[in-house]
């Protein structure tokens, strides 16, 4: 009997628009227009100009003492920004990690919500009514169940036009949970996209001592979820893979896993100093496939975009950001006594307690006990 | 003598034992060239070769579960878990493996294995990165948990961990790991694990604490009326707890109070008044009074203060204590 081959696989790569702004019509026409309109691509460009001079502003704040630890998103915009046009907003779940503040704001998020989560403020989680999303995540690659739950109680409820996406990074697919959430989205059948922002780095530890697989999209082979490797520095690869996978897990109810080749372009987050364990070569020929710059020159090219446009668009991005840090900072102070308000539904007799006497009492004795032996035994 | 920080006293037992001892590794995220996110690894790997200073994928299960065979096949693995509130994922390989083994196997099978985890509040980090778990891992039979507060016991400390013949929990409070220096020995030196040590003798009324939150109970006394005489003792080692030094502070003083950052229901608190009502209950002349954190989550930074026992509310504490 001959051996015989039981398996083959393969993963595709797709870029649409490379960096030198250039545009592969084969590939981005559809019905004889281009995927991306030059409204979407404008709305795009802006949406990432403004996230990026967020992200700036925010990195000024914590070195300036204003806020605490910040990872920025630089260079990774354009997998949040088209990811999040693909999806439906209302109706869609985004289930992020933390370099997804441009899809988090796209699908009802202020922004100046991201700023207080990192100023040490739970109230920047508090999710605005309506808003389909869940907040940052900090803990690495345990999110991702969350998102096949999500897509699983959609299915469960017969809600045919649903679908959750969730992000992470490279470091992500090493935790088990990462694993089980794909398991669990394959054999439940569930519809859940899968993005891995593969910025080619977890802290110090570069993709390849990372994992020995060649790309990141393989290991959804493995789990049956079919899956594609795209330029995630391309807003026209992410946005049309991240629709066509919509359009397979709504019609065909199952997963469908992204791998989106990006870069960080900053330290892993302000407490990080990215220059001890990377060289500056691979950072700058890394900064030469920014996203910002390939859209800025596609839309030129379409003189769709000219100086004027740009100088309107940065001035408006100045304060617009302005704006959001004078809310993140002009937010009053949290009570004190709120370390309690969200634990329960309801407050049990001892979190009460210790509530009320938190300002008066050391909270390990009962207050009604404290200073007993001193008053009159025998009264 | 050398006068180092927290981070350097750690940085020198790891590199003395690596230096006395080939079966010595380190591994975790970002050890490596990086020096670990608190840097208390830095210039090792460059040392003794990245194969002993091994960067691992991002996978706390992973770090644990393969230090553990590491472990049974001979080797003296430290591993590195970044971040207190990422010891989750390791939760089954430390508590249903690491510290099975040897019962489970009548002593056939041993695991030398050091976990070295940076812990505690108070440094404006984000979320999930200032819990203090010690309590959960103290209660897991099998284990040996250690919380040094100071850079010279640090040293002694690890290098008793590394040399002990069973999984020990090696917590860093992360507040003090910079907070000021001492001067240590340059010499390799072991300082026992279960013995805790008495900072401050005093008779009116013995306090109780460990980690960071010594620091906090020497503000605390500094800031007591003059005529109240405080002992203040540093646990060192969390489990086994040195009942022996407790009990004879308590049967001297008569009132005790336990200091800790970890929420106060079920935290060692709990255990050490217990162990003090079984051992000095006719010394007592007050309760036992906790001051601990509060049974909440543990707030984002902005209340971050208002959660951690602070030298105010331990002194309240003290005052309470002495008033009963």
Same mark, same amino acid.
């Given at each position: ?9 393969s993963i ?6 490379d ?13 004889g227009?281009?995927?991306?309109? +030059? ?21 000024k704040? !914590?070195? %300036?003492?204003?806020?605490g ?11 949040a920004?088209a ?5 439906? &907003?209302?109706?869609?779940y985004?289930?992020?990690a ?11 998020l ?5 700023l ?5 403020d739970?109230r920047? #989680?508090?999710i ?5 999303l ?9 999110h991702?169940l ?5 897509a699983?109680?959609f ?21 088990? @949970? ?9 054999t439940?059948s569930?519809?859940v996209?899968?993005y ?5 780095w977890?802290?110090? *530890?570069?993709?390849e001592? !990372?994992?020995n ?8 082979l493995s =789990?049956?979820i ?35 080749v ?6 892993h ?14 950072? %700058? *020929? ?9 859209t800025?020159?596609?839309?030129? #090219?379409r ?7 740009q100088?309107e ?5 100045k304060?617009?950001?302005h ?5 993140a900072e002009?937010?009053?102070?949290p009570?004190?006594?709120d370390?309690? %308000?969200h ?5 049990? #007799? +001892?979190l ?6 938190m300002?008066?009492? /050391? ?5 009604? !006990?404290?200073?007993? $032996?001193?008053?009159?035994?025998n009264? | 003598?050398?006068?180092l ?15 006395? +001892? ?7 995220? +970002? ?5 670990g ?9 460059q ?19 393969v /230090?553990?065979?590491l ?5 003296r693995?430290?591993?590195?878990i970044?971040f ?10 430390? *508590? ?6 040897? #019962?489970?196997t ?5 695991i030398?294995l050091t ?6 509040g ?9 819990d203090?778990p ?7 039979p ?5 919380m ?23 917590f860093?409070?992360?507040?003090? =790991? $910079? ?8 010499d ?14 005093g008779? @009116?009324i ?6 960071a939150?010594v620091?906090q109970?020497?503000?605390?006394m500094d ?17 086994p707890?040195d ?5 004879a502070?308590?049967?001297?003083t008569?009132r ?16 050490? /008044?217990?162990?003090i009502?079984? $051992? ?10 906790r ?10 930074y902005k209340?971050e ?10 002194g &309240? ?8």
């Amino acid at each position: 009997m001959p051996k015989t081959t039981v398996y083959t696989a393969s993963i595709e790569n797709l870029q649409i628009l490379d960096e030198d702004g250039v545009l592969d019509e084969s590939l981005a026409m559809e019905d004889g227009r281009p995927i991306l309109t +030059d409204e979407q691509v404008m709305y795009l460009y802006e949406q990432m100009w403004i996230g990026r001079h967020l992200d700036e502003v925010a990195f000024k704040l !914590q070195r %300036s003492g204003r806020m605490g630890t910040y990872p920025q998103n630089k260079g990774q915009e354009a997998n949040a920004a088209a990811a999040g046009l693909a999806m439906k &907003k209302g109706s869609d779940y985004i289930v992020p990690a933390y370099r997804e503040n441009i899809a988090m704001h796209m699908h009802g998020l202020p922004y100046h919500y991201i700023l207080l989560h990192w100023m040490g403020d739970e109230r920047g #989680n508090q999710i605005p009514e309506g808003a389909l999303l869940t907040p940052l995540s900090v803990p690495i690659g345990t999110h991702m169940l969350h998102a096949t739950g999500i897509a699983w109680a959609f299915k469960l409820r017969k809600e045919p036009d649903r679908c959750a996406i969730t992000f992470f990074g490279d470091g992500a697919t090493s935790e088990g @949970d990462f694993h089980g959430a794909m398991n669990f989205a394959s054999t439940l059948s569930v519809p859940v996209i899968f993005y891995c922002q593969n910025n080619q780095w977890a802290i110090s *530890v570069p993709r390849e001592q !990372q994992m020995n697989s060649p790309t990141v999209a393989q290991k959804a082979l493995s =789990y049956e979820i079919p899956a594609i490797q795209v330029d995630g520095n391309d807003v026209f690869a992410v946005y049309k893979a991240v629709r066509d996978a919509r359009r397979h897990c709504v019609r065909n109810g199952g997963p469908y896993f992204i791998e989106g080749v990006t870069y960080r372009l900053g330290d892993h987050t302000t407490a990080d100093d990215a220059r001890r364990y990377r060289s500056d070569e691979e950072v %700058s *020929v890394w900064a030469g496939k920014d996203p910002l710059i390939r859209t800025r020159k596609y839309l030129v #090219n379409r003189e769709a975009w000219n100086d004027e446009r740009q100088f309107e668009l940065e001035n408006r991005a100045k304060k617009i950001v302005h704006e959001i840090v004078a809310a993140a900072e002009g937010i009053e102070a949290p009570r004190v006594s709120d370390i309690f %308000s969200h634990m329960f539904a309801e407050l049990d #007799n +001892d979190l009460r307690r210790q509530r009320d006497t938190m300002r008066t009492s /050391s909270i390990g004795q009962d207050p009604s !006990q404290i200073g007993l $032996r001193s008053q009159p035994q025998n009264a | 003598m050398a006068n180092l920080t927290l981070v350097q006293a750690i940085n020198l037992a790891l590199a003395q034992e690596m230096e006395r +001892d080939d079966r010595v590794v380190l591994l975790g995220e +970002d050890v490596g060239v990086n020096g670990g996110v608190f840097r208390v690894t830095e210039g090792l790997a460059q040392r003794f070769g990245e194969h002993r200073v091994q960067n691992t994928p991002l996978d706390e299960s992973g770090i644990i579960g393969v /230090s553990i065979g590491l472990a049974m096949a001979g080797m003296r693995p430290v591993p590195e878990i970044q971040f207190d509130g990422f010891l989750g994922p390791a939760y089954d390989q430390i *508590v249903n493996h690491a510290a099975r083994f040897r #019962n489970r196997t009548r002593g056939a099978i041993t695991i030398p294995l050091t976990i070295r985890v940076p812990v505690g509040g108070g440094i404006h980090a984000p979320e999930l990165h200032s819990d203090s778990p010690e309590a959960i891992y103290a209660h897991s039979p099998g284990l040996k948990v250690v919380m040094p507060s100071t850079p010279r016991d640090a040293k002694g400390l690890l290098t008793s961990a590394i040399r002990d013949p069973d999984p020990v929990i090696f917590f860093e409070p992360k507040r003090v =790991y $910079r907070a000021y220096r001492e001067e240590v020995p340059e010499d390799e030196y072991t300082i026992p694990i279960g013995k805790a040590k008495v900072v401050n003798e005093g008779d @009116d009324i013995t306090v109780i604490t460990w980690g960071a939150s010594v620091f906090q109970c020497l503000e605390a006394m500094d800031a007591l009326p003059e005529d109240v005489s405080l002992e203040l003792i540093d646990l060192r080692t969390i489990d086994p707890i040195d009942t022996d030094t407790i009990a004879a502070s308590v049967e001297k003083t008569g009132r005790c109070v336990v200091v800790h950052e970890a929420p106060v229901t079920c935290g060692l608190g709990a255990e050490i /008044s217990s162990r003090i009502q079984e $051992r000095c209950f006719l010394n007592l002349e007050a309760p036992v009074q906790r001051v601990g954190g509060f049974d909440t989550i543990m707030p984002y930074y902005k209340l971050e203060l208002d959660y951690l026992p602070d030298a105010q509310r331990i002194g &309240k504490g003290i005052m309470e204590c002495l008033a009963y």
